[in-house]
C-alpha cells in the first residue's frame, strides 16, 4: 500500500512564509511527478505547483514567483515552499504523486490527507 503524508501546515501572517513536506512509503518502483493542490470549501481543487521527474516545473498563475516546487527523489519527498503568502492563499493543501508500483505496472495517482494552511490578515 501507498501511503503520503504532508506536513508543515499552520497558520502564518500576512507576507509570510511556510515550507510544506510530503513523504510518500510504501510498494513504490518510481515516482514520475509530484504536485501540490489545495481545495478551499465550496471550490474545486486547484493544482498549485507541479514537478516531474527531470526536475520540470509548472506553476498556478496565483502563485507563480511566490511558491517553489521541488523534490528529494531518493527520499520520496517533495516540498512546496510558500513565501509571500496572502489570506487567498488559505487552503487544504494536498499532495499528489503520480507513480509506479512496480517497473510493470501503470502508473497512478496517490494523494495525501491535506494540512490546512490558514494565512491571517
Known amino acids: 500500500q501507498v501511503q503520503l503524508v504532508e506536513s508543515g501546515g499552520g497558520l502564518v501572517q500576512s507576507g509570510g512564509s511556510l515550507t510544506l513536506s510530503c513523504v510518500a512509503s510504501?510498494?513504490?518502483?518510481?515516482?514520475?511527478?509530484m504536485a501540490w493542490h489545495r481545495e478551499t470549501p465550496g471550490n474545486q481543487r486547484e493544482m498549485v505547483a507541479y514537478?516531474?521527474?527531470?526536475?520540470?516545473?509548472k506553476y498556478g498563475d496565483s502563485v507563480k514567483g511566490r511558491f517553489t516546487i521541488s523534490r528529494d527523489s531518493p527520499k520520496k519527498t517533495a516540498f512546496l515552499r510558500m513565501g509571500n503568502l496572502k489570506p487567498e492563499d488559505t487552503a487544504t493543501y494536498y499532495c499528489?504523486?503520480?507513480?509506479?508500483?512496480?517497473?510493470?505496472?501503470?502508473?497512478?495517482?496517490?494523494w495525501g490527507q491535506g494540512t490546512q494552511v490558514t494565512v491571517s490578515s
Open positions: 514537478i516531474d521527474s527531470i526536475g520540470g516545473t
Open positions: 510504501g510498494t513504490i518502483s518510481n515516482i514520475l511527478s
Open positions: 499528489r504523486m503520480t507513480l509506479r508500483k512496480t517497473p510493470t505496472t501503470l502508473p497512478s495517482d496517490f
